[in-house]
């Protein structure tokens, strides 16, 4: 019995895939979610040029921390951004010369975009004006209010969780399927001697690469589209152009599989068995599918941590398919996200003709 323990311990510790799903993935989940776990409440304001900044308000919201006054951008570039949920409120503030009015007067501008974050913002102002209109009564024989608040929302398509999860999920199906599905078949093929068939064909490895690609692809655009309809139509996913903004996620789609291929191909030509594909296959994948804004904003984590979401391509894929499809950007107006994803196809399928084995 001791003999069977010992030699039964020594295959699974001999074993890649159970070492890794055992200690290095629980491992790295704890982390990642550690870190997500232990983050504090932020709210981006923005201040309109111009704004008085002696108030007592004022400096009630520059000491919090949970606030972030952005004080550097104009004011129609923090409205675009107020519009596209990148920004919580925009906040105006003016001294009155009206005696009959609040010396200090706020005009905060929020968004049904960040509908949560204008809802906290509002808060925080509402809050601070208390805290100085209590103290100027404190301090004064009459009870005159030293700052006053107006709210006003911006009208535009309100940013729901599903314009956020759907293009993160989409990014994750498309990641999934071209590294373990790519890695696995072409590794079977591979096992049982399919390939060293073609050999004897006048086909080159390229070509044998690009057509399991393209079948894939095509695969993947079916199963897309499904995903988008159902999103648009059941859950109310946001399309900004329609039909328009639908074929762009569908050439992104195109786009991003055919570069998570290529990591694919490179595991099934390092792979020996299929049980070394799985530790290949989580060493991409994983670090994506918690870094690269799949489930929530990158910005959730430390900063010397976000240098490396950066660096990933699913990162530029949910990107610019947030981009397009809730902010009705074109793909050319998300070039910059393309050229890197471009750039990683380059160089994953550069490694994977070199790795192609016939056998």
Known sequence: MLAITV????????????????????LIFIVVFGFIGNRSIKVAVGVVPGSDTTSQVYNMLRSRPEIKLITNETN??????????????????????DTSKAPYQFALQTSKASAEGGAMIQMFMMHSVDQAN???????????PSAELRSEEVSNHAYKSID????????????SMGVFGTAFVFLNLRNTLVIKRFFATPIRKPYIVLGEA??????????????????????????????????NMLVLTFIGLFVFMGFGFIISGLAKTESAVPPLANLITLPQFLLAGTFFPISVFPTWLQPIPKMLPLTYLNDAMRKVAFEGLSLFQVWDDILVLFIWGVVVYFFATRLFKWE
């Open 164 to 175: 956020f999860i759907l293009p993160g999920m989409l990014g994750f199906s498309l990641l």
């Open 214 to 247: 393209l079948s894939r692809v095509l695969f993947a655009l079916i199963s897309s589209s499904f995903i988008i309809i159902l999103g648009r139509f059941v859950f109310g996913f946001t399309l900004v152009h329609g039909l328009f903004t639908f074929f």
């Open 76 to 97: 129609v570039a923090m409205l675009e951004l107020l519009e596209k949920g990148k920004l919580d409120g925009i906040l105006n503030i003016q001294k009155s010369s």
């Open 134 to 144: 209590l103290a100027a009564a404190a301090s004064q024989t009459q009870l005159k």
């Open 7 to 26: 030699a039964s311990l020594r295959s699974i510790f001999r074993n890649p895939s159970t070492v890794a799903f055992s200690f290095a993935f629980p």
